[in-house]
């Protein structure tokens, strides 16, 4: 009989990728009590995950956010290694946030579906490859889903909760009580669809953001601007795609399109121009805006 998911089993937790979702989903687990540990394969891409890590849990202390108590015993349980198959067999849940790239997701799928326990949980932070396209890389498809951050995560509530066509009810409810746990407000999605509710919301303010420059209705500053002071974003559009990387924003329109075939789904031009100058946004110090130091 398969293991049934339970929230009250899971404790110990995996977060597969060092980057920056992986640096702050990995906190803020620590912060609600989880034993994490980060994988990488690039020894300095660890470090300095545990490095920001550490600097932003430190922050919220200074900043009265969160106890110092608190924040040194977060730290303490957050663990680095390069070797996420060992770290896997311990972990009652396991989180990929590696790149955005199916072949690569399934092939690490189908080596953490062998090194885990039986009992864990398979979830993807990625909110452009479904979970469908990586169950059957896995023996246990029932408990593969997506479990969506947002980026700056320790800061985001939202957290998307997406089922495939195999995901059990048991799975959602545990993800959906981890998210809770871990102090976010979780949105349960019913089915796949791309890029799930936010970032569909966000993709349609962005493409007419896009156009509207591309048109010289107004400049992208201007745009941002209404976006700020009539709408109440707290950035505009043009600022978000610098914030989260003109090169993501180019490789999730990429998987996108390879989804759907539908040609309105490519990379913008403009987006395409800046990604093949190496203009990733705050990242490299220029995108949309230059950014000093």
Known sequence: MKPRPNIDAVRTVLVVGSGAMGTQIGAVFALAGYDITTSDLDPAAL???RDEARRRLVRLAEKGARGREEVDAAIARMAYTTDSLEAARSADFVL???VERLDIKRELFTALDEAAPEH???????STIPSSLLADATARPDRVCNMHFFNPALVMACVEVVRNPWTSDATVETAMELARRLGKQPVRLNHEVPGFVANRLLGALRDEALRLEADGVAS????DAAARTALGHPMGPFELMDLVGIDVSYLIR???HEQSGDPSDLPHPSVRKLYEQGRYGRKTGRGWYEYAG
């Open 47 to 49: 470090e300095r995950s």
């Open 120 to 126: 864990a949980i398979l979830a993807t932070n990625s």
């Open 96 to 98: 990929e946030a590696a």
């Open 220 to 223: 992208f500053q201007d745009i």
């Open 254 to 256: 990429l998987s996108e």
